[in-house]
């Protein structure tokens, strides 16, 4: 099967694409031909060497790719032959092992699947399978949103985008931080309450204290914006980080918390379903063949982005 690799650290331009052998059926596990998998910032970073102590035994060469979506190849674990699937592979815990989903085939543990109902594209799905589940799960790591005003930093992006409509959909009143003018009325529709234009991270904290002076029960910092966010919450609220290495430390009784997304087939399944109801709504930016991996990459990188860069192997 043609798959991509990244064969030593660097640039877009070690991505190699190459054939390794397809995973043969085993039991435990479900072949999945992939259709759609997203690039994500953690797969620009992990081709850069950045994320070597998240990803133990790991050495080029390797398979990017976390979030896939496509069609079950034969019936295994309770998935039938021909059913469609999202799913999310714990990258970190099993790229060692040479898995990724930059590749034609995955094999995939049951727990890491959902399906997918009919009529959602398998782009749409790949951008939902590991951006969706990091916002639900960074929201379940704060108290309960009813009720509470909740700010999302890099709401224009991924996990941003999904943490504006879950959050709003629990209950909250949501101010999200758009990243150019043309997202706030993308945000509203996203049920955002509240749009605040993309400010220097030093300045964040003013633009909300003047809209909340009492400052917001909690954040949901996807734009990484780090220790320059807490002065938005109030004494006593909390705040999730999307990344270790952004994550501030507590001040003023704030309970500051990491979200580290792992698989959870319901939870994925219940995501899916409202992606296909309407419920959820999600952005593909581009569509490009697995061979331009290293464009997509460099789009990636660049930001800018209005959705997500998904490649089709
Ligand atoms: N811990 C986990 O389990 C987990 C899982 C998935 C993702 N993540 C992390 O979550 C973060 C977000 O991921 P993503 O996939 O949503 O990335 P993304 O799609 O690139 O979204 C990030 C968004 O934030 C915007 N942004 C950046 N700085 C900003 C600022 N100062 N003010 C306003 N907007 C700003 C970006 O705009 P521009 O592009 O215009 O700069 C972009 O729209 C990444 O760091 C990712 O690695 C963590």
Known sequence: MRVIEVGEYGGP?????????????????????????TVNPVDVWAREGLVQALTPGLAPPFVLGWDFAGTVIEAAE??????????????????????????????AAPGWLAPLPDGVPFADAAVLALNGPTAAQALALLPPLAGTTVLVTGASGGVGGFAVQLAAAAGADVLAVAAGADDEAYLAGLGAKQVLPRTAPAELAAAVRALRPEGVDAVVDAGLIGQLVLPAVRDGGAAVSA???????????????????????????????????????TRVAAVLPLADAAEAHRRTAAGGLRGKVVLAP
């Open 13 to 37: 331009e070690v991505l190699v694409e190459t054939d390794r052998p397809e995973p043969r059926p085993a039991a435990g596990t479900v072949r999945v031909r992939v259709a759609a998998a």
């Open 78 to 107: 309770g998935f039938a032959a021909g059913q469609r699937v999202l799913g999310l592979l714990p990258w970190f815990a099993v790229a060692a092992r040479g898995i990724g989903t930059n590749a034609e085939v995955v094999a």
């Open 243 to 281: 990344s270790d290495g952004a994550t501030p430390t507590a001040e003023r009784g704030i309970k500051v918390a990491t979200v580290h997304c792992e698989p959870d087939a319901p939870q994925l399944r219940r995501l899916a379903d409202d992606l296909a109801a309407g419920r959820l709504v």
